[in-house]
Structure formats: structure tokens, C-alpha cells
């Protein structure tokens, strides 16, 4: 058996990018924060080329020069900085406004200008920026206001329009082109309803692509006319969803995902001269979840970033011309992040079960058993005689989905005994419009009985103790965790909730302020719905609470603030419920540094080692 901290420098691999020059750099964690690193060829030493405390969140390399623009924020606060690495590694400092967020909208295609949106200017909005390669700080072109959360996908062919995407909700949102010279925007998606509009590209032709649900119950990849919004379906899938697309408008490529409970289907094609999609290859790729596509500036190379349960995550590289020619043709693994010695063999791969819930619905999990508790015994060095622990692992979100990609913490709890069960309950993405919508507003606790179904179900398996069953979840799924133990406290033997919701009211008051209104949107509002948020906060149910609960926080945290954790800890405590703590100062919704994750980690285990 190998101790926690091995588990959880298990590294990562992920988010490619291609220079003009045949760069390719990526992220990886190997100091314990992901860093841009470099590598030169398939399975080559890889070179770090940026050296901080806080993780980078993306890189995105110039199409004209070997050089590459990276985004990062302090301690978790969300409020990301735009910085540019030259070829020497050099750093620029692009932005340095810290009091204001940006998120990336691009390069132009000459490589001289880069656009990205910020909250500048107002704290709860965002507007478009426009700046040169050689601007710093506040040099930037204010070229569109904006009255909400506005995000960019990129620049068009000719470089004198953005697509501008305005999201009210997760589930709705509308699309815009921007005239950058004359800030005049055309609006393409006017509809009634939620209407999911994402993932939109430019087209070779100056029209677009994207995913939506307009005229499905599941997303479809559409083409869309960049002037009229007229819209065709170019792809559906089926039951299921295409989660996103990535064109090179240069070259006419196209790649695009399915997700197929879970897994995902890529499909490699090319655009024909009437807009249509002519598939000509579904990589074979290692694991079970595939995305992060990018493509080399020349359109010769495609590069991808998989993952499974029993692989951690890397990053793969493939000649587009092969492809085109043997659709079999070898996929090169580019990357090497560390198993920490820890044999890939000795990874498990989970069940994907489906089980009945109250109203009869099947909610989708998949449930994964240590190694030597598979043959349906009650084996494993955890389970005695009286089966296995479990530890339901809940989603955040909600508007998630918990997918077969690499845990190295499964997979430790994995090896010590545990069973670890992972649903997907209603209101999760994956399934159609018509789920994700199950659990809005006064439907919340609807999911919540969702896992009730998931207790029952457990308790029908010879191979699961049910009185040793462990609520875990982070965000939403904390928000999960607290009231699944205040509504079936007698089911649970422990609680972990991270960086959760203990009140809506608070919550929704103390949120980030650009953020505020694509909550209450899902949730409920402050001022329509008070009531009802009150009465489904798990701190107004408190006294029900009976099984021991550990609660972990980052004191940055924007989304859930802090405050939420401290309610909850004290007032549990009030009823006598043992509880602990562990808030880290240098951290925001989530923990994402390898210390911090040792030690709250090592804390947790400890803990159920007592409780349960």
C-alpha cells in the first residue's frame, strides 16, 4: 500500500498549445502548482519555464511568434492576471490590475493585438478589451460595454470581429458579433427560454460553430450565419450530448465531443465548402475522458489532453495527414507526468451503475471497489465481516458532471477499503436540458432525495456495510453533503464538506458581485425567493445533524466565502457535533496546492480512520 501523499503527487498533464515554430508548451504540476512547461519532442525532457507559488490557469502561444500569453491569479481569488512568456522567458506583465478579473478572448491572427473581457470598470460586469502585444496595464481599448457576464470566442478571419457570448444562467445564453473598430454588436441568438449557446468558433468562411440545445432536448453541433443567426444542425448526439467543438478556420479542421455517459466520443473532420462536416477520424486515445484540443498554427498537428481512472492525465499529438489517410494511425503520447512510482495497474476502474430513484427516474453513478472486494465478496482490509465503507463523493456545480478521469484521492481511499459511490444526480449536465432542470428553485430538494435513492441502493449490495457510509462533496456538493446529513442524519457515519453552502441567503449576499445573478438564476433569488432559500439551508436544520463532520475552506474563496464554513462549524459544534476545521489562507474555492491537499487530505483520513 502506498501512503497518501504518493497518491496525491500523481501529476498532471493537460492544456496544450502549438507556436509557428513547432512550439508546444503545456501545463503540468510538478512542483505541486501546475507551470507552463516546454518539450521538443514525443517522450522529451520537458523544460519549466514559468517558476511560481500560484498555479497557472491557461497558455495560449502566439499564431506569428514564439512567444505565449498565460493566465494566473493570487491565492485562489480568481482574479486572473494576463502575463506574456517570450521565447528568452522573459515575463511581461500584461494586465496588473489585481483588483479586477480577465478572462482570454485571443489573439488576432497577425499576433499583434490579443483581446480578453474584465470587470474594470465595474465589478459585477464585464466589458471587451482590445490591447497590442507591446501594451501593459491599463493601455487597453475599452471597445464595448457590457451589463453582464460576457465571455469572447475569439477573433473572426479578417480580424475586425469578436464573438461576444452574454451568459444569464448556465443553461442560457445569447451570441454576438462585435465590430471591434465601431463597438457595434449584431445579436444572432434572440430566443424565449433557457437556450444553452457555447462553445462557439469561427468558421472558415466567417460563420460560426457551436454547440446548443435550441432545437433539442441534447446539445448539437450547429453552424450558424455570422450576420442573420440563421441556424443548422450540422451534428446531433443522439441521447446524448456534443459537449464542444474546436475549428482551425485556417485550415478548415474541426474536432468535436460526445459525451457518451460519461465518456467521451472525439471525432476529427474537416469542413466541406457548404459548411458541412466530413468526419475522417476518431482518435484512439488512453482513458476515458478527452478535451483541451488545440492545433498547430500550419494545420499539420492536432494535440490532445486525455485522461481515465487507470490513467492520469497527459497530453497526446497526432499529424493531421496521417489521420486523414489511416484514421487508425498512431496517436503520440507527448508527455510524461509522474504515477509517483505508484504501478498504473493497480488503478481501479469504476462501475458505471444506474439506479431507481423516487420517482422512478435512473440516475446514472459509477461505483468503484477495491481491488480485492470485486469478485462481490466482502473482502478488502476494510471491510470485515460486515462490508465495505463507502464514500459517496458528490459533485459540485450543480451544472457538473462527475466523469471517469483520473483521482489520485479515489484512488488512495481505494486502497485503503473504501468503496467510493459517485452520482449524478438530477440537475447534472450530461443527460439532456430537461435533467439539468429537475432540480431548479423549488425542485432543489429533489437531488437531495436523489441520494437518499443512492443510500438505498448501497444498502442492497452484500459487498457495503450501510452503516458506515461517508457524505463527501465540494462546492455544491458541499452544499449536498450538509443536507443530506440534516435530512437523513441516521445514514450517515461522516460528513466532508469543502468549500460548501451552509445558508443561500448568506451565501447569495456574499458571493463575488459578477457572479451573483448566474446563481440566483439557478438557485433562486434574494429578493422573490427568500423564504424558500431559508428553508432549504442546511444551517436552518442544524439540530438534525448527528454524524461527525470535517469542514475544509480557502480564506480567498469568491464564489463560497468563508463565512459559510464558519456557520456551519460553530453552530454544529452548538449541538455537540464533533467537528473539524482546516482553512487555508492562501487558497480560494478549493484547494489546489499539493501542501495544502496533503495536509487537508491527511486530516481527513485520520478523521474517518476515528469516525468511521
Not at 252 to 275: I, P, Q, W
Given at each position: 500500500?502506498?501512503d497518501?501523499?504518493?497518491y496525491l ?30 518539450v521538443d519532442?514525443?517522450g522529451?525532457w520537458?523544460?519549466?519555464?514559468t517558476?511560481?507559488d500560484?498555479?497557472?490557469s ?15 491569479d ?6 486572473l492576471?494576463?502575463?506574456?512568456l517570450?521565447?528568452?522567458g522573459?515575463?511581461?506583465d500584461l ?7 480577465h478572462?482570454?478572448?485571443g ?7 490579443f ?6 470598470r465595474?465589478?459585477?460586469?464585464f466589458d ?5 502585444r507591446?501594451e ?5 481599448d475599452?471597445?464595448?460595454?457590457g451589463?453582464g457576464?460576457l ?18 444562467s448556465?443553461f442560457?445564453q445569447?451570441v ?5 473598430d465601431s463597438g457595434?454588436?449584431?445579436h ?18 466567417g460563420?460560426?460553430y457551436?454547440?446548443t440545445d ?11 450565419d455570422?450576420?442573420?443567426?440563421d441556424l ?14 474546436a475549428v482551425?478556420e485556417?485550415h478548415?479542421?474541426?474536432?468535436y ?5 460519461g465518456?467521451?466520443e472525439?471525432?476529427?473532420?474537416e ?13 484512439h ?7 483541451g484540443?488545440s492545433?498547430?498554427p500550419?494545420?499539420?498537428?492536432i ?12 497530453v497526446?499529438?497526432a499529424?493531421?495527414a496521417?489521420?486523414?489517410t489511416?484514421?487508425?494511425?498512431a496517436?503520440?503520447r507527448?508527455?510524461y507526468a509522474a504515477t509517483?512510482?505508484i504501478p498504473?495497474?493497480t488503478?481501479?476502474e ?16 459509477f ?17 470485515g ?5 463507502v464514500?459517496?463523493?458528490i459533485h459540485?456545480?450543480?451544472e457538473?458532471?462527475r466523469r471517469?478521469?483520473f483521482?489520485?484521492?479515489?484512488q488512495?481511499?481505494l486502497s485503503r ?6 452520482p449524478?444526480?438530477?440537475?447534472s ?14 425542485k ?7 441520494i437518499?435513492a443512492?443510500l438505498d441502493w448501497?444498502?442492497?449490495?452484500d459487498?457495503?456495510?450501510p ?20 435530512e437523513?442524519?441516521?445514514r450517515?457515519?461522516a460528513?466532508v464538506?469543502s ?7 448568506t451565501?447569495l449576499?456574499?458571493?463575488g458581485d459578477?457572479r ?6 439557478e438557485?433562486g433569488?434574494l429578493?422573490?425567493?427568500?423564504e424558500?432559500l431559508?428553508?432549504i439551508?442546511p444551517i436552518?436544520?442544524?439540530?438534525r445533524?448527528q ?7 480557502g ?9 459559510e464554513?464558519e456557520?456551519?462549524v460553530?453552530?454544529?459544534?452548538e449541538q455537540?457535533?464533533?467537528?473539524e ?14 501542501e ?8 481527513v ?5 476515528e469516525?468511521?
Amino acid at each position: 500500500m502506498y501512503d497518501l501523499e504518493r497518491y496525491l503527487t500523481v501529476r498532471s498533464a493537460y492544456g496544450a498549445t502549438l507556436g509557428p515554430e513547432e512550439e508546444f508548451a503545456f501545463l503540468m504540476d510538478t512542483t505541486g502548482v501546475a507551470q507552463v512547461w516546454t518539450v521538443d519532442e514525443p517522450g522529451g525532457w520537458p523544460r519549466q519555464r514559468t517558476f511560481y507559488d500560484e498555479p497557472v490557469s491557461f497558455a495560449s502561444y502566439s499564431p506569428t511568434r514564439p512567444e505565449l500569453v498565460f493566465g494566473m491569479d493570487d491565492g485562489g481569488n480568481e482574479r486572473l492576471q494576463l502575463h506574456r512568456l517570450d521565447a528568452d522567458g522573459t515575463i511581461t506583465d500584461l494586465t496588473d490590475i489585481p483588483d479586477a478579473k480577465h478572462r482570454w478572448g485571443g489573439w488576432s491572427h497577425d499576433g499583434d493585438r490579443f483581446a480578453f473581457a474584465s470587470n474594470r470598470r465595474d465589478e459585477a460586469v464585464f466589458d471587451v478589451y482590445v490591447q497590442g502585444r507591446d501594451e501593459t496595464g491599463d493601455d487597453a481599448d475599452l471597445v464595448a460595454e457590457g451589463d453582464g457576464w460576457l465571455s469572447l470566442g475569439g477573433w473572426s478571419p479578417d480580424d475586425d470581429r469578436l464573438i461576444v457570448t452574454e451568459a444569464y444562467s448556465s443553461f442560457d445564453q445569447d451570441v454576438y458579433v462585435l465590430d471591434v473598430d465601431s463597438g457595434d454588436r449584431t445579436h444572432l441568438t434572440p430566443h424565449e427560454g433557457n437556450v444553452r449557446y457555447t462553445s462557439v468558433q469561427w468558421g472558415p468562411a466567417g460563420d460560426l460553430y457551436l454547440v446548443t440545445d435550441e432545437r433539442a432536448d441534447t446539445l448539437e453541433l450547429a453552424r450558424m450565419d455570422a450576420e442573420t443567426g440563421d441556424l443548422e444542425v450540422v451534428r446531433d448526439g443522439g441521447e446524448w450530448n456534443i459537449d464542444g467543438v474546436a475549428v482551425d478556420e485556417d485550415h478548415g479542421l474541426l474536432a468535436y465531443s460526445r459525451n457518451v455517459d460519461g465518456y467521451t466520443e472525439l471525432t476529427l473532420g474537416e469542413v466541406t465548402g457548404a459548411g458541412q462536416i466530413e468526419a475522417f477520424a476518431v482518435p484512439h486515445l488512453p482513458g476515458d475522458v478527452a478535451g483541451g484540443v488545440s492545433f498547430g498554427p500550419d494545420g499539420e498537428r492536432i494535440a490532445f489532453s486525455t485522461s481515465g481512472r487507470s490513467v492520469n492525465t497527459n497530453v497526446y499529438m497526432a499529424a493531421v495527414a496521417d489521420l486523414r489517410t489511416d484514421p487508425d494511425a498512431a496517436v503520440d503520447r507527448w508527455t510524461y507526468a509522474a504515477t509517483a512510482g505508484i504501478p498504473p495497474e493497480t488503478f481501479v476502474e469504476p462501475e458505471l451503475i444506474h439506479y431507481e430513484t423516487f420517482d422512478g427516474r435512473e440516475i446514472p453513478a459509477f461505483f468503484s471497489v477495491p481491488e480485492d472486494a470485486r469478485t462481490g465478496d466482502t473482502g478488502g482490509a476494510a471491510a470485515g465481516d460486515a462490508g465495505l465503507p463507502v464514500i459517496v463523493d458528490i459533485h459540485g456545480g450543480p451544472e457538473s458532471q462527475r466523469r471517469p478521469s483520473f483521482s489520485g484521492l479515489i484512488q488512495y481511499f481505494l486502497s485503503r477499503g473504501y468503496a467510493v459511490f459517485e452520482p449524478n444526480v438530477r440537475g447534472s449536465t450530461g443527460y439532456g436540458k430537461a435533467y439539468t432542470h429537475l432540480d431548479d428553485v423549488e425542485k432543489r430538494m429533489d437531488s437531495v432525495r436523489d441520494i437518499e435513492a443512492a443510500l438505498d441502493w448501497l444498502a442492497d449490495q452484500d459487498r457495503v456495510d450501510p452503516d458506515r457510509i461517508v457524505a463527501k462533496g465540494g462546492s455544491y456538493g458541499g452544499f449536498m453533503v450538509l443536507s443530506a446529513m440534516t435530512e437523513y442524519p441516521e445514514r450517515w457515519a461522516a460528513g466532508v464538506d469543502s468549500v460548501g453552502i451552509a445558508n443561500f441567503v448568506t451565501f447569495l449576499e456574499n458571493t463575488g458581485d459578477w457572479r451573483r445573478e448566474l446563481r440566483e438564476a439557478e438557485y433562486g433569488s434574494l429578493e422573490d425567493d427568500r423564504e424558500f432559500l431559508e428553508s432549504i439551508s442546511p444551517i436552518n436544520s442544524i439540530e438534525r445533524i448527528q454524524a461527525p463532520l470535517f469542514v475544509i475552506h480557502g480564506a480567498n474563496d469568491p464564489r463560497v466565502p468563508l463565512g459559510e464554513a464558519e456557520q456551519i462549524v460553530e453552530q454544529a459544534r452548538e449541538q455537540g457535533v464533533p467537528v473539524e476545521k482546516v482553512v487555508f489562507e492562501d487558497e480560494g474555492h478549493g484547494i489546489s496546492k499539493l501542501e495544502n491537499r496533503i495536509e487537508a487530505y491527511t486530516r481527513v483520513v485520520d478523521f474517518l480512520d476515528e469516525h468511521v
